[in-house]
């Protein structure tokens, strides 16, 4: 075990923090595509019946009106943000006809480019931008690119546990300086651990052929429908999903050495124009194509597998936030939808990505410098595409190591930890979920990517056919299952407030849009009231 991560859980065991730790607060994100009854992407808007995707706190919409995207409150534990999670699909199949949620992080069926329908939310200038910024992305990298889905794990510490576990560290600074800094360790060592996940829940090792729209690629042809590549964890996480390629063609680099280092080089590529994307154009004919023709339009165009967030208020940019209240929680984003969990994702999943933040919260940390950032990035598209090769070896700065060696050294570290919060909570579960993940580790078989490929050749099925069929058994377990009377209400009773929300908003403009977007940039202290953030 790592001696600072020995040395932290004794601190905290002797001296009675073990409930405090035990009492994480985590919180989800969710993202399926409205899929007809073909498995074909759905055309039709955002069903009204759900609410406002601008202002409703649990059900909006991503990057299409199609793509839903499902938000939980924060809560204490893992198991009261699945069952709302769980909670919110119930209601929202209470109210599609003839239509299902893809139970899949790669899309089907698409008719590539314009043909899908940018997400929409209202007249209202806060709306507009949101819209606009979808538009410039397609512009940018494809609409079909951003129709992936993905599950964001986000986590916290109860506030209580910090001052308690900074005193016992002997540590000096402010309050939120030391959050800042325990926070930027976590997100660091997430990195350095981040193919972890895609090994053990990598959930996208097939791809519908429409996906590639006809371009040239380097995958093999599973059958008439279907690309694969038969080691791959997640294409999702690889070279045909999310990547930032832009940061090594223009210098870029976004730097997590500290909350002001992250936010400076966010905003030199939110400031720093780039000539390929000045081709697109700003406003063309009367409408924006990009909200600017800068390296990002904003913060959220950056993909990172793990972000440090605070809570905007109102339109206040997420750098802004950052610098005024510090490091509110952590956002994973590298969990692909596993199309055997009808949430997406299952209860000893979020116990070990809990145990995976703690520990790299807990151990040994140090900066990123610019070779082992490029032995970050390459652990994680080797995994992505080729994790269960045997023999993989992974790189890291004191030299290669196997990937199951490597593997075994953080479920150690888990362990530990599990331990700690079984005993604070009562039980085994968190334990038992460590001795889950090794025998993914022993045999990669026994992991969702492989027993994905594995039932596809046992079935004859390509991707379309696995995805349409778990996803219809899906639809089937959630309208089964219909909410309580006072659960339906309270759903609806969110949607309503939130209709009105959006006519308020609408009606509280008084500038152009030209005007909204000149202000909203230039702003450097922004104090407006709570209303909804621009948010990715």
């Known amino acids: 075990m790592n001696d600072k991560l020995k040395s932290a859980l004794k601190l905290i065991v002797d001296n009675h923090l073990s409930d405090h730790l035990a009492a994480g607060v985590i919180g989800l994100e969710k993202e399926g595509v409205r899929t007809e009854a073909d498995g074909g992407f759905a055309l039709s808007a955002h069903p009204l019946a759900l609410g406002s995707a601008l202002t409703h706190p649990w059900i909006t919409t991503d990057y299409s009106e199609a793509m839903l995207e499902f938000v939980t409150p924060a809560t204490v534990g893992p198991e009261a943000a699945l069952e709302f999670l769980d909670r919110t699909h119930r209601f929202v199949y209470s109210h599609l006809q003839d239509e299902f949620i893809w139970t899949a992080s790669m899309p089907c069926i698409l008719h590539c480019g314009e043909q899908i329908p940018l997400a929409r939310y209202g007249e209202s200038n806060q709306g507009e931008m949101k819209t606009v910024y979808r538009r410039g992305l397609g512009h940018r990298y494809g609409r079909v690119m951003q129709v992936i889905s993905g599950v964001h794990f986000n986590y916290s510490l109860e506030q209580p546990f910090w001052p308690a576990y900074q005193q016992l560290l002997g540590d000096n600074q402010s309050a939120q300086d030391f959050i800042n800094q325990q926070y930027f360790g976590m997100i660091r060592n997430l990195q350095r651990a981040g193919w972890l996940v895609p090994y053990l829940f990598g959930a996208s090792p097939a791809v519908c052929k429409s996906f590639l729209c006809g371009k040239p ?74 909200l600017n023709a800068n390296i990002l339009q904003i913060e959220n165009e950056y993909y990172s597998t793990v972000r440090p967030k605070q809570i905007p208020l109102g339109n206040e940019m997420p750098v802004h936030a950052l610098l ?17 969990e009808p949430n997406g994702v299952g209860l000893h999943q979020l116990r070990i990505l809990e145990l995976l933040m703690l520990s790299c919260l807990l151990r040994t940390d140090s900066t990123i410098n610019l070779q082992e950032r490029q032995m970050i990035d390459a652990n994680l598209r080797n995994v992505a595409h080729r994790g269960r090769q045997p023999g993989l070896m992974l790189q890291r700065p004191a030299g290669e190591v196997r990937l199951q060696a490597w593997a075994e050294e953080l ?27 090794r025998i993914k580790v022993d045999d990669p078989a026994c992991t969702p990517s492989a027993i994905i490929l594995q039932e596809m050749q046992e079935q004859g099925e390509g991707f379309h056919a696995i995805g349409r069929r778990l996803s219809e058994q899906h639809q089937q377990y959630f309208c089964k299952r219909p909410l309580s009377a006072a659960q339906q209400k309270e759903f609806e009773r969110a949607g309503q407030i939130s209709l009105e929300q959006q006519l308020d908003i609408e009606a509280a403009d008084t500038q152009s849009f030209d005007e909204y977007l000149a202000a909203y940039f230039n702003r450097k202290r922004q104090r407006i009231s709570p209303l909804n953030p621009i948010s990715e």
């Open 217 to 290: 690629t380097r995958l093999q042809s599973f059958n008439d429908t279907t690309y694969f590549e038969p080691y791959a964890t997640s294409l999702r996480m690889g070279d045909i999903g999310y990547q930032n390629e832009k940061e090594f063609e223009t210098g870029l680099n976004i730097c997590y050495d500290n909350v002001q280092s992250y936010v400076d080089s966010l905003r030199c590529a939110i400031q720093t124009p780039c000539a390929d994307y000045a081709k697109i154009g700003i406003k063309v004919n009367g409408q924006y194509q990009q």
């Open 411 to 437: 479920l150690d570290a888990m362990d530990s930890i599990a331990i700690v919060l079984d005993g604070a909570k009562g039980g085994h579960d968190y334990q038992s979920a460590v001795a889950r993940q």
């Open 324 to 340: 005024e209240r510090g490091v509110r929680y952590v956002e994973l984003r590298s969990i692909d939808i596993n199309p055997y």
